[in-house]
Structures are given as structure tokens and as C-alpha cells.
């Protein structure tokens, strides 16, 4: 593909596509498509039947104004032209993206300026640029920035401080102080630095739970002075001597109190606004409800809720001070504060340099005891197979497969299979891609999470002498070899029937979780490997089309899906569909299948199975042959282009190609960095993508390079 | 108004049952009067409810389905018609009632919830992306922009059967990128609206400090970020400010004494059943109206999606209620139980009715100003496609809206909702208006006329789409 600056450097800064004042759409759209769109869109034999020659620019037209938007979606994701036409300049293509915009926005369509922000649209950015060699002219980093810690890191913080304070609050079930900022389901990577915004809600929040803490803070600290637990005497001090505390007991708390909360000084503008702070408050409402004020505010300050990567002073970019760096490396790996070791080095000044944030990268990597729930995240939303449990599977339909009642499935087991999966492959270290996408084995009925399960352990289960229900339909699912309890261990893979399944996107997890409520997703599956492993660009769906599928109960997954082949849907849907059909080897509950059930119509619509009001008894199903075929096209590397007879050939294809490695680095780079690549992240992918080859398809070594990279390191506010 | 004047008016409402309740709104009116300012509020409260608003649970008896097929716009008096079960609890109310059938989603893809869509009608995708995707501003955030209040929009949802839920974005939004949070637990709301339960300190006076502090300490990093992280953090300061003066005023009305009067009565223990926290929250909302805290409320009982449990109902999924299935322990299937959870939420808007009833407002009551918008967030069932989406509406706003009828848009076809049972949904004509339409009648009501509202294309210029519709509005 053709090296476009305008549209390459729009992408590296993360603006939308804008400008002061957009040129016309009558101007700059008519021309536009008379001369690059209208020899094959004209009057005769228009392809995908879509004429563009008549167009006015008049988009209170509807007919109008659903044409123009596919020509933004086409002209935005550089779908059209096709490439072995003539291209506009990169100046035409921009001039026609800001006027049409304009233009739809006037109509009243809501464009999302902030798409470009979002993870779905960081394979805009050319691939075989990014990873060309071009070397970096000069040091980028990344955007100064405020990127607001996880839901379970703000969690992990709160519960740490009640347990070492020992603040006697109960942190669990409908007690537990939740992370005030998890109000919208996201998908994709939902820990984007971008993508989040801090309101009234999260702050009123935030202040409830900075309030039940510092309320057990004080409570602590006004009685006797504790054998054990953390305690802050100059705290004492404050609280007891009540409407009697003088301005030198409030202005003794403040170093103390920073260094248990935060283990660091307050700087000296901190001690100027929370020191007047808290001596005002301790002239008018005494020394405890000064102290408890001054608690809820530290607990609802700027570090609770970000990670702070400014850099010190405007002008270039400049590496992150240590503090701010170890604070970005351990939330990006662990979840949690900078462990002891980390902060020592900080506070040796030892960690700075690139080698040595290195050092401390491979240090918690490598050493099994320090939690790295970041890690099994990735892969987690990478695959997305961890929603399986939001798809509802009703009883009529798990009946079909002989399954009796809601209690006889439970997709949590499944998601936690595939993360034990996960994990494994992850401690062998080695082509860790390529081996999750075509290991033949799985984990069976591992201990799904606590607060979805109950409290059955896997100890517990295994005195049970009968599977449960849901068990029993995994244990069909998976078609395993276990009779009875004794054949089964929690903590051992299992292999597959020779030839029914191959990797992660076979995992009954992962299908499910690509799966609607009455059947498999093509469509989703398809987009999900056009997006992740082969970086390709997905148009979006225009607001006028309805995508629906014909309710016909009768016909197969791939007949129904026919609609799309009409032309007009079929440009966005030849890059789906093909990838998706070959899983049709599956049902949506993740069976391995030879024939494919459908409604039988004749017999249901039969005299013998109607009731006395005419309506069916049953609806009654037949089996019909099962297709699995389907097709690469269109990737940037052709070697992967071509038919395919079923699910097992494209994924051995896909495992195997470099080209599909490349994507995975880029996608880990979003989630560890927290954005999109841009150009200037090149030689970054790069690096990442040699330390992964060369260390034998290692996650660590792909981990290390990104977080020791500029991007990481270097933050820029020009 | 002389001073004399307003201490009569003073003595005349502490007479009556409701005085303590009244205190409030009483004390704005007089600063109002002194000002000059002074014009009877009007409120709009909206109540979503998820799983459909089924057809037959929204028809009066006597005029089955079928006979309501027409391609003519109709209107029929209540007078004589009896309510159907699910709002049977609104028949004292039947002369300020309107029901209206024929109303299409248009944009909007309202199945197994619409997400931000059902009171945008914006097209916000399919799946869940419409609870993710926030494309425009809300229309009871429309309205209370021109109401306004302390609290202009108190939204409150409800996640049924999971008591842990504490908030979640779902309904509403001032507009693009600007969503609002419902407060699903009642006694976190409770303590937003009226302070800690129980409080003896102003606990307002001491977060509006605190918020102006944090403040502070955010603001410095302004000087710092550019472009979108600008934005992200001026979003925030936004946020710190506008809970700052809510807070001021809060912590006046607190010395006052008025909020310890107003606040309602929690159930304790706090509840837990998706009835008794519906209940809860409708007790809120009532005592917010009343003590002059808001002018809109939002309810969202199912929070415009698929999710959770009727628990104090039926501790099936939702989701398996509204595919019909079998509750075992009671015995009954999916389509009989949504209507015991009509029922129940009609019943407390019922509630809340009669108590702004009670209230006395300038010769009338609050309900005399009041318009309660009860819908489903799913249109006409679970799996709909949006081709009618009925609405009942309650009270008529100083007059504002016709009520009293049922009005039906030209529909064009009767089917079976589900196979094997006797619900039927209807589809409205093509053409009928969306319900864009209604909301826009309903901004006119409110004196915030627009040219339509969040409609696209050619439907902004064309009257039939528009509204206001002339049917309902006055």
C-alpha cells in the first residue's frame, strides 16, 4: 500500500479528522467521484449496484445521505479506490473525508470524533510501514497523559490498606469497596487510556469509599495504641486531642500520613494546599474530623485514580521521572503499587535507564510469586473468550442438544478452562501464539472464579461421587474420555479427539463467546480474525442498514447468511464471512459436528403434531450435510490467500505466518502501552517482534521490549 | 407578593397533611416570588421497564387487538374502557391518562433493550453497543434542561436480583459522550439526595470543601496536557465544580432542616429483592419531587438491557422470562410473570401519583404539573423489532397533553408474538412517526420547542415526523 503522510500523520497524533472550516461537499464531493469513483459506480452496470454518478450532495435525501456515508466508510478505510485504481492524493482523499463529515454531521448522524482513539481502529495505521525498518528519526514516546488505574488495582490498593491498618471493615460480597469506575461494559481492549472519562458519579463514589476508610482510620487510631497493624501516632495525636489540637499536631500528620498512603514525601505544593487544608479544618471542627477529612481527600486525589505520566517541563520529550515509571511498569503488569523491590530501586536510583527498567521487567516476570494478572487479561481480551457466560443459552435451546434446565450449562467453566490454558502454555514460554492457537489439548472443569461459583472447591467437588449436570454436558462438549470422578484431576489436560479441534479458536470458550443466543456468529468470528490476526480494517456498519439475518429457522447458518453477498454489503462482508463459515464445524455451544440440525417445516407443520388449536406441538428438526469451507483474501501477506476446506486448515495457515505474529505484537503493544500504534512506534514493533522470534515465540521477551521502549519510557506534552 | 401574602400561604399549606413535605418546594417558590422568577414547575418522570411492553398489557379490555387494525389514525375515549391487568393500578387515574400505539422505534434497535437509544431514539448499534455507544443527548435530559433543579436529572435504575450493583450507565445523557449514571442502590441515592441517614452534621458543607480542594489539586495538571487528555481531565474538573454547587445548596437546605423531613423511610435491612428495590427507588424519587430537589426523574427497573432476575417475582433469568420459559416453582411460564412485574411497577408509579396528589401547588396539586412517560426500554417485547412501541402517559402538565384516550396510529398487521401462546404484537404502518416524534411533543409540553428531535436526513424537515404530535398535545 501506497505511503500516505497526511492520513499517516492525522493517525500518529490520534485526532480525528477535522478542520476549522470543511471545505464543501457540493465542491469537493461531485468532482471527487466523477473522477475516481464513477467509471466503475456510473449509470451502466454499476458495481455492487450502487450508481454515484446522480448524487447531489443533497443528504436530506435519504436515499442520498445512505450512499454518501458508504463512501466514508469506503474512502476512510481506503478500501476504495481499489488498489489497481487510480488513487486520489492524499490532499483530495482528506478534502473529501472533512466535507463529507461535515456534511453528515449536519444531517444529524453522530460521528464519534474520538474513533480513531479506540483499539478497533489501531490497524489503520499501515502494517507494512510500521514494520518497513524506517528508522525512528528522533525520540517520540508518548502522549503526557492520565490513564486511570483498573478497576482491580484501585481494589487491590483499598483492600491492602484495610488489611494492614487493620481496619476491621467488612471488603467482601455486597460489603466490598468496588472500584467507582466500572459503570460502562466495555469490549476490546477496555483499559485505554483514551477511552475513559472521571464524572460526578465515579467522584461521588470515590468519596463514599474514601469515607468508610477514613471513618475505620479514625476509629483506629482513638483508642488504645494496637500491637500489630500499621498506625500513625502523629494521627493519634490529631484525633484525641480533639477541639483542643493545636496547627503544630495537624501540620505533624501530613509527612507521616503521605508516606503510609502513598510511600512518599508530599511535595512542597502539597504540603501548602493540604497543610492550610487541615489546619483550617482543625480550628473549626476539631482534630478528628480534621484528620477524617484530610484522609478522604488523599484517598480521592489525582494518584488514586491515575497513573500521572507529564513530563516535568514542556518542550521535548522527556523521560518519566523513576517514581512515575515504576508506578506505569507495575500497574502494567501486576495491578498493583510498585512491589518493595521496585521502589527500593527507585529510591536507590536504580531504575531509570533502559536496562535497568529491564531488569526489574524480567525480575517480576520471572518470578512466580509476584502476581501478574495483566498478563492472563491480554489474552483474556485479546481472544475475548472470557464472555462466553454473557451469552444466554434459554432451555428450549440447550433441549436440542439434551440438555435439561439452565443448571446444565455453565460457560464459566469453559472461560476458565481456556485461561488454565492459557496460563500453561504462558509457563513453557515458547511460540506461545502458535501453540495456543493449535494445541490439541484442554484443561476440564478447572475452578471457575469464586464469586461466580460459590465456594466449590475443586477438593469439595472431588468428593462428590456424580458430576453435576453442568459437568456432565462439558464433559459431552469436550467429548473426554471421563466416566467418573476418579478419571478426572483438575490440574491435568486432557487431549482432544484426534482431529476435532486445534487451539483456542476450537475451545468451546472461545465459540461460545462468538456466539449468539440460537447460533454460531460467523459473522463476528470472521471479523475477529480479519481484526486480530490479520490486522485488516472492518468498515463501520452504516446506520441505515438493518443487519439482521432472515428468520428462517429452516435453512443453515450459511444459507441465511447469502443476504450479505448482495454487492452492496458484500465489499465490508467478503472479509468476514469466508473466515467465519469454516467454524460451522461447530454448534454455538461449541460441539464438534458432522450434520447440522435445522427445523424440519414439513413435519413440524404435519397434522400429527398439531394441537387441537392448530399450533405445533414440537417444532421437529432434521439434519442436513454440514459445509465447513471457506476462504482467506484480501491479507497484506498473499501467501495466506486461498481456499480452505475446514476451521483446522486456516488456523494451521494463520499460525504459521509471520505476518499474523506481527498483528498479535501490535495488538499486545495497545493493551500494555494503553493506545494505539502510530508510525513513530515502528522501530518499537519492530524490536518487540525480534525479542519475541528470537527467544522461540517467548511472551516474556515481548513484554520486555515493549516495556523498556520509548513508548514507555519517553512523554511528550508538545 | 406581599409579605403578609406569603406568610397566609405559609400557614394554609403547613395546614394540610402534607406540610412538612411541602416546606421545601415552598421555600425556592417564595425566593422565586421575591425574585420575580416565579412560575409553577413543571415535572416529567420516566419509567423504563425492560422485557417489552406487550400489546396486551397495554390495550383496554374491550378493544382486543385486532380491532384496533386500521390505516387511519384513531382515538378512543378511556372513559368506559377498562384497563388491562399490567395498568390497571392507573384507573383512578384514567382522565389524565393517554395510551398510544402505533409509535416505531425508527432508528433505534430496540431488542432485548435499546440501551441509550430508548430516549434518544438514536441509532446507538446493535447488541451491546447500545448500552456503550452514548451518540446524544437523552430526552429527559432534553427536558431537564429546561426544568432544571439541584438535581436537574435524578436518574435511578435498578439491577434486578444483583444488590451489588451500585451504578451504571444505561439510559441516559446530556449528550454525545456525556452519559449519566443511575443510581442503582436506593441508599446510596438516598444519602446523595438527603445526607447520611440519620445525620446530625452537614455533611454537604464538608464535601463541597473537599471537593474544592481535590479540585485544586487536579486543576494544576492543566498545564500540562493537550488535546484529548485535555479534555478527559476538563471533563472531571467539570464534574468537581457542578457537585460543588450542588453541594452548597444541599448543605443550605440542610441546616434548614428541610432534607431530614423530606428524606423517606428505607426499609431496613436494605433491600435486596428486585420488587422491594423498585419500591425503594420510587419512594426516593417521590420524596425528591416533593421536597423540590428534582423536576425529572428517570427510572430504569431493567437498566435498558437483558440482565439479572424478577427476584420477589420469580427467580428465573429475565432473559428466560422473556422467551417464555417455565418458572417451575411457581408454575407458571415467562409471558404470566411479566406481567406480575407491569403490574408491580405500575403500582408504585400509581403510588407516586397519589402522593403528588396530596401535595398542594398553586391552587392545585403537584400532579396538576406532572407527566409520568411509562414505557419499556424494549419496545413491544424481547425480541422486537421496533414495529410499535407503546407508551402510556400520565398526567398532562398544566394541561399541556390530551389524555384521557387511546390513540392509535395506523397499524397494519396482527401476529403471534410467540408460537404456541395467545400474545399477538402489532406493527405500526411504515410511515407512522417514530418516537422521535413523541419525545419532541413532549419538549413542546415543557416550552423547549424544537424543530425534532435527534432525527436524521429528510425526516428533520417533514412535519409527520417531527411532531409535536397533534394527537397528544394541546
Known amino acids: ?718 | 407578593m406581599s409579605r403578609m401574602d406569603r406568610r397566609s400561604m405559609l400557614a394554609r399549606t403547613l395546614s394540610t397533611g402534607a406540610a412538612t413535605l411541602a416546606f421545601a418546594p415552598l421555600l425556592n417558590k417564595l425566593s422565586a416570588l421575591e425574585a420575580g422568577t416565579y412560575k409553577t414547575p413543571k415535572r416529567v418522570v420516566f419509567v423504563l421497564f425492560g422485557n417489552g411492553f406487550h400489546e396486551k398489557g397495554s390495550i383496554p379490555k374491550e378493544l382486543p387487538a385486532p380491532q384496533l387494525e386500521g390505516k387511519k389514525t384513531t382515538t378512543y375515549p378511556l372513559e368506559k374502557l377498562t384497563l388491562p391487568h399490567d395498568i390497571e393500578p392507573f384507573t383512578p387515574w384514567k382522565d389524565r391518562l393517554a395510551i398510544v400505539h402505533g409509535l416505531r422505534a425508527g432508528s433505534v434497535h430496540p431488542d432485548h433493550g435499546a440501551g441509550f437509544g430508548a430516549l434518544s431514539g438514536m441509532n446507538v448499534g446493535v447488541g451491546d453497543d447500545k448500552i456503550r455507544n452514548v451518540l446524544g443527548e437523552s430526552i429527559d435530559a432534553a427536558v431537564a434542561r429546561k426544568l432544571g433543579g439541584i438535581f436537574p436529572l435524578l436518574n435511578l435504575g435498578i439491577d434486578p436480583g444483583q444488590p451489588n450493583t451500585k451504578a451504571i450507565r444505561c439510559s441516559s445523557a446530556w449528550g454525545a459522550g456525556q452519559p449519566l449514571a443511575a443510581q442503582c442502590r436506593p441508599e446510596l441515592a438516598y444519602e446523595s439526595l438527603f445526607g447520611g441517614i440519620g445525620a446530625t452534621k452537614n455533611d454537604f458543607a464538608t464535601r463541597k470543601n473537599l471537593l474544592d480542594l481535590l479540585n485544586d489539586d487536579i486543576k494544576e495538571l492543566r498545564s500540562q496536557l493537550r488535546g484529548t487528555e485535555l479534555v478527559q481531565l476538563d471533563y472531571q474538573i467539570e464534574a468537581f465544580e457542578s457537585l460543588s454547587k450542588r453541594n452548597a445548596k444541599l448543605a443550605e437546605m440542610f441546616d434548614k432542616g428541610v432534607l431530614a423531613k423530606s428524606a423517606p423511610k428505607l426499609p431496613t435491612p436494605y433491600p435486596v429483592k428486585f420488587t422491594d428495590t423498585v419500591t425503594a427507588q420510587f419512594d426516593i424519587a417521590t420524596s425528591a419531587i416533593v421536597t423540590g430537589l428534582t423536576n425529572v426523574v428517570t427510572i430504569a427497573t431493567e437498566l435498558c438491557t437483558i440482565r439479572g432476575n424478577y427476584t420477589g417475582i420469580s427467580d428465573m433469568g429475565t432473559h428466560g422470562v422473556g422467551h417464555n420459559e417455565k418458572d417451575v416453582k411457581l408454575g407458571i411460564a415467562g409471558l404470566e410473570i411479566l406481567p406480575l412485574v407491569r403490574r408491580h411497577i405500575a403500582e408504585r408509579t400509581a403510588a407516586l401519583l397519589g402522593r403528588l396528589k396530596e401535595m398542594p401547588e398553586d391552587g392545585g396539586t403537584m400532579l396538576d404539573n406532572t407527566l409520568v412517560v411509562f414505557t419499556s426500554d424494549s419496545a413491544n417485547r424481547q425480541h422486537t423489532h421496533g414495529e410499535n412501541w407503546p407508551f402510556v402517559l400520565l398526567g398532562n402538565l398544566g394541561g399541556r397533553i390530551k389524555t384521557g384516550q387511546l390513540v392509535v396510529y395506523p397499524i397494519s398487521k396482527d401476529s403471534p408474538t410467540y408460537s404456541g401462546t395467545e400474545n399477538r404484537h402489532m406493527t405500526a404502518a411504515a410511515d407512522n412517526p417514530t418516537i422521535n416524534a413523541l419525545y419532541n411533543t413532549i419538549l413542546h409540553a415543557v416550552g423547549a420547542q424544537r424543530d425534532h428531535f435527534n432525527l436524521i436526513g429528510a425526516d428533520q424537515k417533514n412535519p409527520a415526523m417531527t411532531g409535536p404530535l397533534k394527537e397528544l398535545l394541546v
Request: proline letters at 6%; aromatic letters at 8%; one cysteine or more.
Open chain 1, 1 to 718: 500500500m501506497r505511503f500516505t503522510w497526511t492520513v499517516l500523520i492525522m493517525l500518529s497524533v490520534g485526532l480525528p479528522i477535522r478542520a476549522a472550516e470543511p471545505p464543501n461537499l457540493a465542491q469537493i464531493g461531485v468532482p471527487f467521484v466523477a473522477k475516481y469513483c464513477v467509471s466503475c459506480h456510473g449509470e451502466k452496470k454499476p458495481k455492487a449496484d450502487i450508481s454515484l454518478h446522480t448524487l447531489t450532495c443533497d443528504l436530506s435525501k435519504p436515499k442520498e445521505l445512505q450512499v454518501w456515508q458508504a463512501v466514508l466508510a469506503q474512502i476512510d478505510s481506503r478500501d476504495m479506490p481499489p488498489k489497481a485504481s487510480k488513487q486520489p492524493t492524499d490532499n483530495e482523499r482528506t478534502q473529501l473525508l472533512q466535507s463529507l463529515t461535515a456534511a453528515i454531521k449536519a444531517s444529524g448522524v453522530v460521528l464519534d470524533d474520538n474513533k480513531w482513539l479506540s483499539p478497533v481502529k489501531g490497524n489503520y495505521v499501515d502494517h507494512q510501514l510500521l514494520f518497513s525498518g524506517v528508522p525512528a528519526k528522533e525520540i517520540t514516546g508518548t502522549k503526557a497523559r492520565l490513564w486511570r488505574i483498573t478497576g482491580p488495582a484501585y481494589e487491590d490498593y483499598i483492600d491492602k490498606l484495610i488489611k494492614r491498618f487493620i481496619l476491621g471493615l467488612r471488603n467482601y460480597g455486597e460489603f466490598r469497596l468496588t472500584a467507582p469506575w466500572n459503570f460502562t461494559p466495555q469490549k476490546d481492549f477496555p483499559d485505554y487510556a483514551s477511552a475513559h472519562r472521571v464524572g460526578e458519579a465515579e467522584i461521588e463514589y470515590l468519596l463514599r469509599n474514601a469515607a468508610i476508610v477514613s471513618q475505620a482510620m479514625i476509629k483506629r487510631h482513638s483508642g488504645n495504641v494496637p500491637s500489630y497493624g500499621g498506625y500513625i501516632k502523629e494521627l493519634a495525636t490529631l484525633i484525641k486531642a480533639g477541639m483542643k489540637a493545636t496547627p503544630e499536631q495537624a501540620d505533624a500528620v501530613l509527612t507521616p500520613t503521605f508516606r503510609e498512603l502513598f510511600g512518599r514525601e508530599p511535595s512542597d505544593r502539597e504540603k501548602e494546599r493540604y497543610g492550610t487544608f487541615l489546619r483550617n479544618t482543625t480550628a473549626s471542627l476539631g482534630g478528628a474530623e480534621a484528620a477524617e477529612q484530610l484522609l478522604i481527600a488523599l484517598l480521592c486525589q489525582t494518584e488514586m485514580i491515575y497513573r500521572i505520566e507529564v513530563p516535568n517541563k514542556l518542550g521535548t520529550p522527556q523521560k518519566l521521572d523513576a517514581r512515575s515509571l515504576s508506578r506505569s511498569l507495575a500497574f502494567a503488569l501486576t495491578d498493583q503499587l510498585p512491589d518493595q523491590l521496585l521502589q527500593e530501586a527507585v529510591a536507590q536510583g536504580k531504575f531509570g535507564t533502559r536496562e535497568e527498567v529491564a531488569i526489574q521487567v524480567r525480575r517480576i516476570l520471572d518470578d512466580a510469586k509476584v502476581e501478574k494478572p495483566r498478563v492472563l487479561r491480554f489474552f483474556r481480551e485479546y481472544f475475548g473468550y472470557d464472555s462466553a457466560p454473557n451469552v444466554f443459552k434459554d432451555e428450549v435451546t440447550l433441549q436440542k442438544i439434551g440438555v435439561r434446565g439452565a443448571r446444565g450449562w455453565n460457560a464459566d467453566f469453559y472461560v476458565s478452562d481456556a485461561d488454565q490454558l492459557v496460563l500453561s502454555v504462558l509457563a513453557q514460554d515458547r511460540d506461545v501464539l502458535r501453540e495456543l492457537l493449535t494445541t490439541t489439548k484442554t484443561f476440564a472443569m478447572t475452578n471457575p472464579p469464586q464469586d461466580r461459583r460459590g465456594t466449590k472447591s475443586d477438593e469439595y467437588r472431588l468428593k462428590k461421587p456424580n458430576f453435576e449436570q453442568d459437568e456432565q454436558t462439558l464433559i459431552k462438549v469436550y467429548e473426554l474420555p471421563i466416566k467418573a470422578r476418579a478419571d478426572w484431576d483438575p490440574k491435568k489436560t486432557y487431549d482432544f479427539p484426534e482431529g476435532h479441534r486445534l487451539g483456542l479458536l476450537t475451545h468451546p470458550a472461545w465459540l461460545v463467546a462468538q456466539s449468539g443466543n440460537f447460533d454460531n456468529h460467523a459473522i463476528h468470528r470472521g471479523r475477529w480474525i480479519r481484526e486480530r490476526l490479520l490486522g485488516g480494517r472492518i468498515p463501520e456498519l452504516p446506520i441505515t442498514v438493518n443487519a439482521m439475518l432472515p428468520d428462517e429457522p429452516h435453512h443453515t447458518l450459511r444459507d441465511r447468511i447469502k443476504v450479505t453477498r448482495e454487492e452492496y454489503c458484500w465489499t465490508c462482508h467478503k472479509q468476514m464471512d469466508p473466515l467465519g463459515l469454516p467454524f460451522e464445524q461447530f454448534d454455538h455451544f461449541g460441539q464438534f459436528r458432522k450434520e447440522e440440525m435445522v427445523v424440519d417445516r414439513e413435519a413440524t407443520a404435519d397434522k400429527k403434531n398439531l394441537n387441537k388449536n392448530g399450533l405445533p406441538r414440537q417444532t421437529i428438526h432434521k439434519l442436513v450435510p454440514l459445509d465447513t469451507t471457506g476462504e482467506v483474501s484480501g491479507s497484506i501477506d498473499p501467501k495466506l490467500d486461498g481456499p480452505v476446506k475446514d476451521p483446522f486448515e486456516l488456523i494451521r495457515r494463520l499460525a504459521h505466518s509471520e505476518h499474523v505474529e506481527q498483528v498479535f505484537v501490535r495488538h499486545a503493544f495497545r493493551y500494555f502501552l494503553g493506545r494505539n500504534e502510530t508510525m513513530a512506534d515502528g522501530p518499537t514493533l519492530i524490536a518487540a517482534h525480534q525479542a519475541y522470534r528470537k527467544n522461540g515465540g517467548s511472551m516474556k521477551a515481548l513484554i520486555t521490549a515493549l516495556l523498556t521502549s520509548d513508548a514507555l519510557l519517553y512523554r511528550t506534552n508538545q
